[in-house]
């Protein structure tokens, strides 16, 4: 089974960086996805890692760390409307490639 | 569009009746997910559709519960008998497989609502 684990909440201000952790145990790994979900609405692929290292995209930044379990999801130069929550999910190499969903991290970002 | 579609958007029943949910996922995406989602908490889990292979519905909360789908399209989530509890928002989700990141993309979802 998988079992992943974020921090409830964070709050940040406008500019600054943040940085959302994930943690999981997995019986199989194939990869790890961060979503981005805005109040209201259907959550949205921001990025992936199969490979140890840092992906950079724009603003956004995720870093995976295989054999400790860990990623974290880097927000820079915040905006008011990064204010959403992030999903962190994990596929397993096992039982069809089925992923799975943390709770997720609700971030508030005030002026 | 392209994306996936969701069916109805708002449904409003009575405690006690039977509800059908759909899902039109982005075509040639043969995985597919639904998601029960509670207000202000996370996507629950209920069931995976991976093409030939059987459902993994280990996330089916009871067996009021039931979901089929035809080949590598259509999907029709059941609910029998609903509660109050079963009030929520849920979501489908297709994604591709294959090389690469095969990202879920996820449809608006249908609100539940249980009177």
């Known amino acids: 089974g998988q079992n992943i684990d974020q921090p409830t909440e964070m709050t940040a201000t406008e500019g600054a960086i943040v940085q959302i952790n994930c943690t999981y145990q997995?019986?199989?790994?194939?990869?790890l996805f961060w979503y981005q979900q805005h109040a209201g609405e259907a959550p949205t692929f921001l990025s992936y890692?199969?490979?140890?290292g840092l992906e950079e995209k724009g603003r956004f930044s995720s870093f995976l760390s295989r054999s400790k379990g860990y990623s974290y999801l880097l927000l820079k130069e915040l905006q008011m409307k990064d204010s959403a929550s992030y999903l962190c999910?994990?596929?397993?190499?096992?039982?069809?490639?089925?992923?799975?969903f943390g709770d997720g991290t609700t971030l508030t970002v005030k002026p | 569009g392209a994306g996936v579609s969701q069916s109805p958007s708002n449904k409003v029943t009575e405690k006690g009746k039977d509800v059908e949910l759909r899902c039109d996922p982005i075509?040639?995406?043969?995985?597919l997910y639904w998601y029960r989602q509670r207000l202000g908490q996370g996507l629950e889990f209920l069931i995976y559709?991976?093409?030939?292979?059987?459902?993994?519905k280990s996330g089916l909360p009871s067996d009021r519960f039931s979901a089929e789908r035809t080949g590598e399209s259509v999907s029709t989530l059941t609910i029998q008998r609903t509660q109050q509890e079963d009030s929520a928002v849920y979501l489908c989700?297709?994604?591709?497989?294959?090389?690469?990141?095969?990202?879920?993309?996820f449809g608006p979802g249908t609100r539940l609502t249980v009177l």
């Open positions: 989700a297709s994604s591709f497989t294959g090389g690469g990141p095969n990202e879920q993309f």
């Open positions: 997995t019986s199989g790994f194939n990869g």
């Open positions: 890692n199969v490979l140890d």
């Open positions: 999910a994990v596929r397993s190499n096992t039982n069809a490639g089925k992923s799975t």
């Open positions: 075509s040639g995406h043969t995985a």
């Open positions: 559709f991976q093409g030939n292979s059987a459902p993994d």
